[in-house]
């Protein structure tokens, strides 16, 4: 099973809106509504943000927002801002009752 | 508060074994799978296998079939993973994490809720 393909990085202002994507197959992605998005800020364990596509779990801000098209899932961060800056990782289920990661996006807050 | 706390860091030999636990707090133990997922220094996630505590079914990545063993002990809420036939690239941070998978009122939810807080295994000789 290969890794979900991310972007290595992206970056933005205070206040600016940037957006991950998250590539995979019709074995994963495409498949299911199982795609989940974690951040991680250096140091620390991963944090569940996005789950399904697009709920948010409680407590994290309706800035981030998720969606999905075809074999390709997307986090949006709106109104971005320093504590946002952080290592973000797609999920999803697989057809083989496996998971696998994305390859991770650094978040850069200009 | 739902709390999965984790063994502390290993320093193995090549060759040797590892066992790391978790110890799940602040829910039904049994009522939800656990997961391992491992993180190289500076790499991505790595999805490893589940555990269902309540049955004690379990399911391997392809890539560690054979050297890799999840198990629990129901009377502590407490899940293991051992991973033997250890080579210096299995120097990772192990994190075991928490997964509803199939409820019968509400289907499938395969998502990470809680994560442990990490287990550093370094295998040098």
């Known amino acids: 099973q290969s890794a979900l393909t991310q972007p290595p990085s992206v970056s933005g202002s205070p206040g600016q809106s940037v957006t991950i994507s998250c590539t995979g197959t019709?074995?994963?992605?495409?498949?299911?509504?199982?795609v989940s998005w974690y951040q991680q800020p250096p140091g620390t364990a991963p944090k569940l943000m996005i789950y399904e596509v697009s709920n948010r779990p409680s407590g994290v801000p309706d800035r981030f927002s998720g969606s999905k098209s075809g074999n390709t899932a997307s986090l949006t961060i709106s109104g971005l801002q320093a504590e946002d800056e952080a290592d973000y990782y797609c999920?999803?289920?697989?057809?083989?009752?496996?998971?696998?990661f994305g390859t991770g996006t650094k978040v850069t807050v200009l | 508060q739902v709390q999965l706390v984790q063994s502390g860091a290993e320093v193995k030999k090549p060759g040797a074994s590892v066992k790391v636990s978790c110890k799940a707090s602040?829910?039904?133990?049994?009522?939800?799978?656990i997961n391992w997922v491992r993180q190289a220094t500076g790499q991505g996630l790595e999805w490893m296998g589940w555990m269902n505590p309540n049955s004690g079914n379990t399911g391997y990545a392809q890539k560690f079939q054979g050297r890799v063993t999840m198990t629990r002990n129901t009377s502590i809420s407490t899940a293991y993973m051992e991973l033997s036939s250890l080579r210096s690239e299995d120097t990772a941070v192990y994190y075991c994490a928490r997964v509803k998978g199939y409820d019968i009122l509400t289907g499938y939810h395969n998502y990470f809720d809680y994560w442990g807080q990490g287990t550093l295994v370094t295998v040098s000789s």
């Open positions: 999920s999803s289920y697989t057809s083989s009752s496996t998971y696998v």
């Open positions: 019709s074995s994963d992605v495409g498949s299911y509504n199982r």
């Open positions: 602040g829910y039904t133990f049994t009522s939800y799978d």
